[in-house]
T-cell receptor
Framework: KAGVTQTPRYLIKTRGQQVTLSCSPISGHRSVSWYQQTPGQGLQFLFEYFSETQRNKGNFPGRFSGRQFSNSRSEMNVSTLELGDSALYLC?????????????FGPGTRLTVT | AQTVTQSQPEMSVQEAETVTLSCTYDTSESDYYLFWYKQPPSRQMILVIRQEAYKQQNATENRFSVNFQKAAKSFSLKISDSQLGDAAMYFCAYRSVDSNYQLIWGAGTKLIIKP
């Protein structure tokens, strides 16, 4: 069974631009979560989607948004990019949206904002 | 709010030796899950081991085992017979059993394996 895939793997953008990252969960998984990883702040939860609905959202500004499609694939969008948005963005999928179900992570998208 | 603390930014161990990584957490909940994840230089986050708080027995996965002390809110990871492939960042994470399923992470410990 294929693992979680994220595209693109690397991205360079300029301040003020917007970016869309994609995540394809493991087949059959219906929950997708997004995390931001930076050297300064560590790993921080962005949001979680289940059955096309956002169930939880972390403490991030409204410039960060996401969505989930009927096939469980998810996208996250960051508008008006800032230098501080440079990070590794990790996507994780799980079978169901319940804490007993393990999350499986993708390889991440490295976003650099210049 | 729950917090997770890993007090060791870096640890090193000789190949084939045993090493213990520390993790403490703070929560007012009685039921929850704890995890250790490994992130090698390839960046892929890999689940190493998980522990359900309601289980008193410590989880074990091959060379990896935990020492879960619920009253002390401590969750350490022991790696036996360390191998070069164990070199990575190790993250301790907490997950509530209520409706908020996000993982709350520690800052990580970089494990160096000396050949």
């Amino acid at each position: 069974k294929a693992g979680v895939t994220q595209t693109p793997r690397y991205l360079i953008k300029t301040r003020g631009q917007q970016v869309t990252l994609s995540c394809s969960p493991i087949s059959g998984h219906r929950s997708v979560s997004w995390y931001q990883q930076t050297p300064g702040q560590g790993l921080q939860f962005l949001f979680e989607y289940f059955s096309e609905t956002q169930r939880n959202k972390g403490n991030f500004p409204g410039r960060f948004s996401g969505r989930q499609f009927s096939n469980s694939r998810s996208e996250m969008n960051v508008s008006t990019l800032e230098l501080g948005d440079s990070a590794l963005y990790l996507c994780a999928s799980s079978l169901e949206a319940a804490s007993s179900y393990e999350q499986y992570f993708g390889p991440g998208t490295r976003l650099t904002v210049t | 709010a729950q917090t997770v603390t890993q007090s060791q930014p870096e640890m090193s161990v000789q190949e084939a030796e045993t090493v213990t990584l520390s993790c403490t957490y703070d929560t007012s909940e009685s039921d929850y899950y704890l995890f250790w994840y490994k992130q090698p230089p390839s960046r892929q986050m890999i689940l190493v081991i998980r522990q359900e708080a309601y289980k008193q027995q410590n989880a074990t996965e091959n060379r990896f085992s935990v020492n879960f002390q619920k009253a002390a809110k401590s969750f350490s990871l022991k790696i036996s017979d360390s191998q070069l492939g164990d070199a990575a960042m190790y993250f301790c994470a907490y997950r509530s059993v209520d409706s908020n399923y996000q993982l709350i992470w520690g800052a990580g410990t970089k494990l160096i394996i000396k050949p």
